[in-house]
T-cell receptor, first 109, second 114 residues
């Protein structure tokens, strides 16, 4: 299975701190994506990194991809209370996106 | 701009009753359409996806079915619900060309089977 697995399952930090979430997967991918889900809502796409890219930035988000280790990380800098949500990685190969179980991030004001 | 609508938002159904969840997409043509289920505190499980009218791929065998009667309409159904069907159901769409795979999700339908 190419399912991604996020680590940690839950993360609690103070506002202003950085949050780092990791994702590991098992098979070859075309790209890896990160999504955010507020409680009881649909998922929202955050950022996509292609298999030939190593790092990508979008605002306070920084994503890295190491295809040799089959892993990715999502860094949220200067976190805010509004960043509290679940974050999922999803891998794209020859099948529809496969999602991991997510990391629940709590940012305490 | 493209929008996706999913309804109903919440429903409580008895075991053995039928189910129909509907999803429509506006502002795009020939989208890929998906149904995912999310159990409490769990990740997303892909149930069905469709690349065109009448074309449905099932990822997990179960008592659910999906249909795509129109280009931008995707329906999830069951003839008899089980307790294990409880969960948060999410419809999503993606473009068929470009192959980025980015998904756009609806707001979800929370189903409780009692």
């Amino acid at each position: 299975s190419q399912q991604g697995e996020e680590d940690p399952q839950a993360l609690s930090i103070q506002e202003g701190e950085n949050a780092t979430m990791n994702c590991s997967y098992k098979t070859s991918i075309n790209n890896l994506q990160w999504y955010r889900q507020n409680s009881g809502r649909g998922l929202v796409h955050l950022i996509l990194i292609r298999s030939n890219e190593r790092e990508k930035h979008s605002g306070r988000l920084r994503v890295t991809l190491d295809t040799s280790k089959k892993s990715s990380s999502l860094l949220i800098t200067a976190s805010r209370a509004a960043d509290t949500a679940s974050y999922f990685c999803a891998t794209s190969g020859n099948t529809p996106l496969v999602f991991g179980k997510g990391t629940r991030l709590s940012v305490i004001a | 701009s493209q929008t996706i609508h999913q309804w109903p938002a919440t429903l409580v159904q008895p075991v053995g009753s039928p189910l129909s969840l509907e999803c429509t997409v506006e502002g795009t043509s020939n989208p890929n359409l998906y149904w995912y289920r999310q159990a409490a505190g769990r990740g997303l499980q892909l149930l069905f996806y469709s690349v065109g009218i009448g074309q449905i791929s099932s990822e997990v065998p179960q008592n659910l079915s999906a249909s795509r009667p129109q280009d931008r309409q995707f329906i999830l159904s069951s003839k008899k619900l089980l307790l294990s069907d409880s969960g948060f159901y999410l419809c999503a769409w993606s473009v068929t060309r470009g192959q980025t795979g980015e998904l756009f999700f609806g707001e979800g339908s929370r189903l409780t089977v009692l």
